[in-house]
């Protein structure tokens, strides 16, 4: 004996969507809150703790290397342009309508671009803590 259940989907009421000023201005206070989230995050990771590890490192061979600090802050710049003209090298090759058009193509770009981008960045945040002490 077999029988058969029909079930339908319920009525859904939806709210009419907002205005379209409403919505632009909801994404703008998320992107804001997203920037303020970004802003905490980065405090957290390089907060007080961090440079307190720092100082402890730099204040046992401060004897040996007095100007290290102004000299890592005196360096940081040439670091960044370096770096974000790379980015841009790279953007630039993303922009192109084959530049992920394959794996071949993907293992391209990291093998040009990954390595770089990765050591770079690590430069950055090193000479960034050193140059912190500078302050």
């Given at each position: 004996m077999t029988s058969s259940i029909i079930v339908s989907s319920p009525a859904i009421d939806l709210?009419?969507?907002?205005p379209?000023?409403?919505?632009?201005?909801?994404?703008?206070?998320?992107v804001d809150l997203q920037r303020e989230q970004l802003v905490a995050t980065r405090a957290l990771h390089a907060g007080p703790h961090e440079?307190?590890?720092?100082?402890?490192i730099y204040g046992r061979h401060e004897a040996d290397l007095p100007t290290l600090p102004g000299d890592a802050k005196r360096a940081l710049p040439s670091v960044e342009k370096c770096y974000l003209e790379l980015l841009a090298e790279l953007t630039e090759k993303l922009t192109e309508p084959d530049a992920m058009e394959n794996e071949f193509a993907v293992a391209e770009l990291l093998d040009?671009?990954?390595?770089r981008l990765g050591q770079l960045g690590n430069l950055l945040g090193q000479l960034g803590q050193l140059a912190a002490l500078a302050e």
């Open positions: 709210p009419a969507p907002p379209a000023g409403e919505t632009a201005e909801l994404l703008r206070q998320l440079r307190a590890r720092w100082r402890a040009r671009y990954g390595q």
